[in-house]
Antibody, heavy 120, light 109 residues
Framework: EVQLVESGGGLVQPGRSLRLSCAASGFTFDDYAMHWVRQAPGKGLEWVSGISWNSGSIGYADSVKGRFTISRDNAKNSLYLQMNSLRAEDTALYYC?????????????WGQGTLVTVSS | EIVLTQSPGTLSLSPGERATLSCRASQSVSSSYLAWYQQKPGQAPRLLIYGASSRATGIPDRFSGSGSGTDFTLTISRLEPEDFAVYYCQQYGSSRFLTFGGGTKVEIK
């Protein structure tokens, strides 16, 4: 059974940093690209970033480019999102999501999310 | 960037009725690379449809997707109580940039 478990969320002040993690199990992690998708409270879904199986191809939404860095450790079956210079508008539930093939694809499995709140 | 516009924002229907949800793209979505998701309160999104019309594993056949180019539709033939939720479309035909529509809420009338 595919499982994606996010962690690392919390309350952080504007301008500070936070690192999110996603622990994957139930599939061969290094065969698949992975992504982060976020959802602000009461709002819709927003794609944040994606990374290929070997980290050779990476993309970011314009809203986070230059501030967020996606990475993965295939030996640990883990995905990460380093978030710097956080803003109030980054407040959201952050989901880790898997694609079934390729990189820029649809999402076949999602975690339950970790909540990031940016506030002073 | 391809912008997806979903309509209506809210659909008020009764169980047993047919639901028709629209997703319109600002430019053509290549190869009908469009997916639909269902999200219930407090839950992660669930994949329903990919490739505009292919049902994901375990999705009941009352859910169907259609369309191409810039106009796509999700149809729920007969609403069950568990189908009342928010539905999102997503395009994946634009390399390195994935986008979602704003969502349609299907609520009980």
């Amino acid at each position: 059974e595919v499982q994606l478990v996010e962690s690392g969320g919390g309350l952080v002040q504007p301008g500070r940093s936070l690192r999110l993690s996603c622990a994957a199990s139930g599939f061969t992690f290094d065969d698949y690209a992975m992504h982060w998708v976020r959802q602000a409270p009461g709002k819709g879904l927003e794609w944040v970033s994606g990374i290929s199986w070997n980290s050779g191809s990476i993309g970011y939404a314009d809203s986070v480019k230059g501030r967020f860095t996606i990475s993965r450790d295939n030996a640990k079956n883990s995905l990460y999102l380093q978030m710097n210079s956080l803003r109030a508008e980054d407040t959201a539930l952050y989901y880790c999501a898997k694609v079934p093939l390729g990189i820029w694809y649809y999402f076949d499995y999602w975690g339950q999310g970790t909540l990031v709140t940016v506030s002073s | 960037e391809i912008v997806l516009t979903q309509s209506p924002g809210t659909l008020s229907l009764s169980p047993g009725e047919r639901a028709t949800l629209s997703c319109r793209a600002s430019q053509s979505v290549s190869s009908s690379y469009l997916a639909w998701y269902q999200q219930k309160p407090g839950q992660a999104p669930r994949l329903l449809i990919y490739g505009a019309s292919s049902r994901a594993t375990g999705i009941p056949d009352r859910f169907s997707g259609s369309g191409s180019g810039t106009d796509f539709t999700l149809t729920i033939s007969r609403l069950e109580p568990e189908d009342f939720a928010v539905y999102y479309c997503q395009q994946y035909g634009s390399s390195r940039f994935l986008t979602f529509g704003g969502g349609t809420k299907v609520e009980i009338k």
